[in-house]
């Protein structure tokens, strides 16, 4: 049968040819070169601005924004050169994934949306554009929210989200979750139809168009459809409300409510140690971080990015026929310890492992989707609620029960600014506070507090509105991606020297060559479902 060899050689040729970064397309290839450039002088640019080094390879900032200036034009003029027509399957979806980046993430005037060069203050001034009232509301989390003054000492946000599963003194607990107000009023002044986040709202929808929310997109990455996610997440959050107990509480007291573990906790996760007890732990997974190369940034420091995140510095690709490893870092700003801020370095370093693990031609050097990323994170970052974990790594375990409602206090509340973002995108004339006020009453039982913004302690609502659903959707994705994982590979919690080179196999090494929903069904083998989180959930109903 030589037809079918034949069409199996080109199959196999096609998809080599991907692989090894080489296309048949010498208009594609070119371009995708430049592109590449482009964007390793995006990443050396923002990590410049992000305080970790002043130049690379020996170029200071104003020399490589040259470089980024260059690049950009370049790459937009051989891209709009480029028809489609006539390219193979895998160059047109290159040609679409690269016009698509140099739209949304390389400007022509280079921005890093992690450094924005606006101030608080510019949130006040009415005719802001979108990007700018943006830049300004996440001006605010730097300014005002990574100095809340508390006792006569200045914290972060971050810590003092930490400090309120610690602290015993309920005064004192309610006198820190004040402390935000600051911020909340910088963001939403007195919850006024003029305010500056709902003065932004319209501008994203108006923005969002004929292509879709956030929400639109993370519901594409899973293939349902933005409907399906809002009736899923409430579906998850009354789960949660039955089991929960029931018992009302203040909104200053969940967080305590939630941090048995954390206290349990508290002497054995010394901020120190969180380098350590990642590496030993991503190590048991296969993933060697420090033969990987992650760069840390970890000190809290005046001006730092206000919440945690990773990224590129430069993107692997081949060099003289040779692969030349991506570089990635990750910025945080730990001041304190404890067991929430451990959690989120390991899903730090979540991102940074699947980051690593692309290894596909230049177009496709980036993770797929912000919902699959955000999920993947936490397929290992969840374990540090399991027993097993903490004891291999900590040295000793919190009651499970305690851990479990860790875990999901924080989850829910992700999946509550998830529903809350999906109900203001659809209707952004609506009042937040009383939105968020129902929410988090019927399903969290949080004490009515709509004279407050309280839900604006987190960066992302103001930096990316739509962006808490990768967090909030995302729990389902990675109960699902958590579950299947133990079915294949058996258990992970505390280990599994397979997890990394199966999990890069299957599901990390593609990038953007693949779509995210369709390589979702392949892992998976059928579509995404909540049933995983729903089990996870009913795990803290009091047993029978
Ligand atoms: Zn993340």
Redesign the pocket.
Known sequence: MPKTTCLLAVVLALSLSGRAGQTSSPAVTEAEAIYADLADSYGVISTIDSGLFSTYQGKDRVAWERVYNQKRKQAADKLSKISVSGLSALDARALEVMNRHLRNDFPEQFRDENAPPEHCQDAQRQNLSMTSLEGALSACFTELGNNLEFEGKHVTRVSALGMLEEISEEPRRKKLFYAFTPLWDAVNGKDGAASPYRRLLPLVVSAAGGHGTSIDSAARTIGVSSREVESWLEQILDAWRQVDGGEMVEPWNYFYRGGEATRALSAVTPKDSFVSVNQRYYRDLGADLQQLGVLYDLEARPGKAPLA??DYVTRGRLVDGKWRPTVVRISGSYATGGLGLLNELV??NG?AVHMMAIHVRPAFMDVSAALF??AF?DVPAWNTYEPAWQRKYLGQAAPEAASLRGLLSSVMLDVAWALFECRILHTPTADPNAMWTDITSRYLHIVRHPEISWWAIRGQLVQMPGYMVNYGLGSVLTADLRQHTREELGPFEAGNPQWYSWTGDHLLHFGEEMDTAALLKQFLGRPVSPQALLDQIQRIAPRK
Do not use: G, Q, V
């Open positions: 995140y990773t899903h730090e991102h990323d955000e994170a």
